[in-house]
Nanobody
Framework: QVQLVESGGGLVQPGGSLRLSCLAS????????MRWYRQAPGKERELVAH???????NYASSIEGRFTISRDNTKNTVYLQMNSLKPEDTAVYYC??????????WGQGTQVTVSS
């Protein structure tokens, strides 16, 4: 079965960095797009970054230039490198496989808190 397991969240000061990881299993990772979403308290879940199986990437305008999505197909892992973090980046971050077969899959989420 498809599983997505995030790690790497935590508490960081403004201006700091974190790298999130999402370990995928149960499908041929290299063939599928992967995404990172986030959901802040009281807000809707929003798409942060997208990685296509051919290596293309797309980003939300709110984080472009600060965050980088990457993938290691040998490790079945997608990463989100987050630099120059701001308090408004505080959210639960979710790994997503948008379409495997007929459905989308989600990880359990990892909390990122940016605060001094």
């Amino acid at each position: 079965q498809v599983q997505l397991v995030e790690s790497g969240g935590g508490l960081v000061q403004p201006g700091g960095s974190l790298r999130l990881s999402c370990l995928a299993s149960g499908f041929l990772f290299s063939n599928y797009a992967m995404r990172w979403y986030r959901q802040a308290p009281g807000k809707e879940r929003e798409l942060v970054a997208h990685s296509s199986p051919t290596g293309g990437t797309n980003y939300a305008s709110s984080i472009e230039g600060r965050f980088t999505i990457s993938r290691d197909n040998t490790k079945n892992t997608v990463y989100l490198q987050m630099n120059s973090l701001k308090p408004e980046d505080t959210a639960v971050y979710y790994c997503n496989a948008p379409l495997i077969g007929v459905r989308s899959y989600w990880g359990q989420g990892t909390q990122v808190t940016v605060s001094s």
